[in-house]
Structure formats: C-alpha cells, structure tokens
C-alpha cells in the first residue's frame, strides 16, 4: 500500500485534452485510464511523437509494426504525420482506449487484437520498424491487466517475438525504466497536482518501490476521479539495462544502441536485424553500447 504521511498536492492545474475528458467520461476508472492520465504528467505527446519521427525518418517506404499500441501513443500521433503503422495489442480494454482517440482524432483506424506470443505466426520478419514502447512494456508480459508476476523468462520470450517481426535490416526500438529510477533505493512516491479536466477533479498518486533482494518491482497508484478513489498495482521483475541489451544480443540483433529521443521520457534502445540490404529511413550506427 501506498504509506500515509505523504505531502498534499502542491497545486491544481486546468487540462484541456480533448482525449482525457473523452477518457473520464468513459466509464469506469480502469488501468487504461490510469495510463491516459499519468502520461500527461510525462511527456508531451506531440512533441516525443516529433522525436521519434526524427528517429523514423521520411515515412515513405516504410512499414511499421506499434506491437503495444495500448491508447493509442505514439500509433495515432506517427499515423497523422504520415507514417504507415499496423497497430497491434493484447488488451481488448485498451483497445477501448484506442479506438475512442482515433476516433476524436478523426482518423479510421483498426487496431487489431494480438497477443505478442502470435505476432511470429502473424507477421514474420514483415516490418521495416518495430516499435514497443510505454516504460518497459516487457517488464508486464503477459499480466499488463492484473496484478500477476510472469515468469522472468517471459520477458526475454517477448522481446523475441517483437523482434521476430523485424525484416532483415529493419529496425527495433524498445524503451525501459530510466537508468536513474533503477538506482533509488527508497520508494519513489509522487503526488501529482489535482487535475481539473471538465467538471471532474482528478488525483493520482504513484509510488514505485523496488525489492533488490527479491529482484521485484512494485508500481501502487491511488486514482481518486471525483472523490471516488480507485486503487492498481503492478509487479514486475527488477530488470537493469544490461540485461535488456543481453536479451537484444541473444537473439542476433545488431548495431544495439541508447538512443536519444526527442521529448521521450524513458531510456530507449534501439537495434537492427541482421542480412538485408539496409535500413529504410536514418542509417543506423553499428557501435554497441557498453552495459550500464
Ligand atoms: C504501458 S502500455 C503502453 C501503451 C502505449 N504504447 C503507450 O506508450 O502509451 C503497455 C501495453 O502493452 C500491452 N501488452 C502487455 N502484454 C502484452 C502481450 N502479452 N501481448 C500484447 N500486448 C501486451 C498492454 O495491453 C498495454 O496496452
């Protein structure tokens, strides 16, 4: 549980979003909504989706894959600057997520329902860019829904099937905790400024605390939407950078880097498959990064 004793919020800020007033009117609170809501204290969505295009580079000829498209970030965003993305995920709620902002972005897109473990069968060395990207989305293979723990092996089992739908000489980006959170020792509370989006006041508060001894994770929200509060935990594994790059190695993948992206708010690698003729888009550097 989230401890007492935490500061009040600092302050309240008025949030125009279009997507978050859609998203509160929605129904009930679920973990979609949480997502929606804490991504607006992170990053802005416009400006990361105009870091991670600068990544892309020119949209023509390339296919793209956003393996865990969730809401929608950044599929919609890279879709209405003209890029061409399947947009895939496990989760039918957030599907619900994603549909609703396509529709108040106006655009007509289909989103399809697919577990990672089907993507090899579905879409086999298919894309020239693989995007999967929220915070280490590996982390919750498998149990983003509940409050489940995979197995550890399950990570390493997920970012093989993303990879697995990479064309030869095709690109990967991955992101992950920030190097900096992993290396606190104490739980990492937030409380964020009361929200006022509407008619509708909304407080949330975070606390991370990571277990070393037992190499876990704990990610407690409190989400209080018109005096009604809601509580979500997530477990995960403790997994360091160095261990996301060994998973990259292990399945053949080159030119693994730490990537800088423009507005993103976590740490992002990104790797290329072996044996084509070359990436579409920016040229990717072979350097290997050294382990963090
Ligand atoms: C943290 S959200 C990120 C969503 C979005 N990419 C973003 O950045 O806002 C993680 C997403 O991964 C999806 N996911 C988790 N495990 C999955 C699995 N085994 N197969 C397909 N999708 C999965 C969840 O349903 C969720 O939508």
Known sequence: MIKPGIPEAANEIVVTDRRLLACLEDGQPDIGTLWELCMYFEFDREETADGIAAWLGEPRGQRILDCACGSGFPALELIRRGYDVTCTDGSEMMLRHFRRNARIEGLDI????????????????????????????YIYAGVWEE????AESAMAEAIGQ????????????????????????????????????GDHRVDIVEQVSIDRVRRRRAW?????????????????????????????RDLGL????????????????????????????RPVATEEVPDR
């Open 110 to 137: 289909k989103p399809v329902l697919l577990d990672w473990a089907d993507l090899p069968g579905r879409y086999d060395r298919e894309f020239d860019v693989v995007i999967n990207r929220g915070g280490g989305n």
């Open 147 to 150: 409050e489940g723990l995979a």
């Open 254 to 281: 080159e030119g693994i880097r730490r990537e800088p992206i423009r507005g993103e708010f976590y740490d992002v690698y990104t790797a290329t498959r072996p044996g084509g003729p070359g990436s579409a888009g």
């Open 162 to 197: 993303w990879a697995a739908c990479v064309r030869p000489g095709g690109r990967l980006y991955v992101d992950t905790t920030r190097a900096q959170d992993l290396d606190r020792t104490e739980p990492q509370i937030v409380r964020h400024p009361t929200m006022v989006i």
């Open 220 to 248: 407690e929200s409190e989400l209080t939407v018109d005096g009604v509060r809601t509580n979500f935990r997530r477990r995960s594994h403790y997994i360091r950078h160095e261990q996301l790059l060994a998973a990259l």
